[in-house]
């Protein structure tokens, strides 16, 4: 089964307007992690935000912020006033503290539109 | 920061050949490390799991003895590919956690492009 969903493998949105990347996943253990990547044509992977299982508070780097919703088992990134750097593609990922792996989903292609 | 260097950026060579790959953390020590496969636009796939002083541990499906991972010191983590072929052609990448602390996010080394002829 896939512990990483993110359903949308598209988006297109225009500059300066706000931008939701759905990211939702499974998993029984009680102390986990999930983290937003960035990844540009360059193919660097840079690491966005971490949400930890036990914050009670929604991360928030910058621009980004991580709209966690723990019964429904949903991360979603937000980016604030897109901007045309931000086009790349985006990565939902989690770690289970059991095996410290960290899984990722299949990914978000964001194109920011001029 | 954190900072992770792998090396070479870039390999092309001749189909048969043995490539490696070497992932290192700059500033600090890194008892864990892993490798992952990237198609082109697709995810990372996690290949194995790199743990200092003892074997690795790899994922189901990844063939232990066409990617061997040697992880000798707390800074250094290596993936051969031996007797490469051109499917083993992908982008590799590795990470490492900085401090062993769990709510630290992976550094990413900047990747492997590895095209066999």
């Known amino acids: 089964a896939q512990k990483i969903t993110q359903t949308q493998p598209g988006m297109f949105v225009q500059e300066k307007e706000a931008v939701t990347l759905d990211c939702t996943y499974d998993?029984?253990?009680?102390?986990?992690?999930l983290f937003w990547y960035k990844q540009p044509s360059s193919g660097e992977m840079i690491f966005l935000i971490y949400?930890?299982?036990?914050?009670?508070q929604n991360a928030t780097e910058g621009r980004y912020s991580l709209n966690f919703q723990k019964a429904r088992k949903s991360a979603n990134l937000v980016i604030s006033a897109s901007q045309l750097g931000d086009s790349a593609m985006y990565f939902c990922?989690?770690?289970?503290?059991?095996?410290?792996?960290?899984?990722f989903g299949k990914g978000t292609r964001l194109h920011i539109l001029p | 920061g954190a900072v992770v260097s792998q090396h070479p950026s870039r390999v092309i060579c001749k189909s048969g050949t043995s490539v490696k790959i070497e992932c290192r953390s700059l500033?600090?020590?890194?008892?864990?490390m892993f490798w992952y496969r990237q198609f082109p636009k697709k995810s990372l796939m996690l290949m194995a799991t790199?743990?200092?002083?003892?074997?690795?541990?790899?994922e189901q499906g990844v063939e232990k003895d066409k990617f061997l991972i040697n992880h000798a010191s707390l800074t250094l983590s290596t993936l051969t590919v031996t007797s490469a072929h051109p499917e083993d052609s992908s982008f590799y990448i590795c990470?490492?956690?900085?401090?062993?602390?769990?709510?630290?996010?992976?550094?990413f080394g900047d990747g492997t492009r590895l095209s066999i002829l």
């Open positions: 990470s490492a956690n900085a401090g062993g602390r769990r709510n630290q996010p992976q550094h």
């Open positions: 998993t029984s253990d009680q102390s986990y992690g």
């Open positions: 949400q930890g299982s036990y914050d009670e």
């Open positions: 990922a989690m770690r289970e503290y059991r095996d410290d792996k960290i899984i």
């Open positions: 500033d600090f020590q890194a008892t864990t």
């Open positions: 790199s743990n200092e002083g003892s074997k690795a541990t790899y």
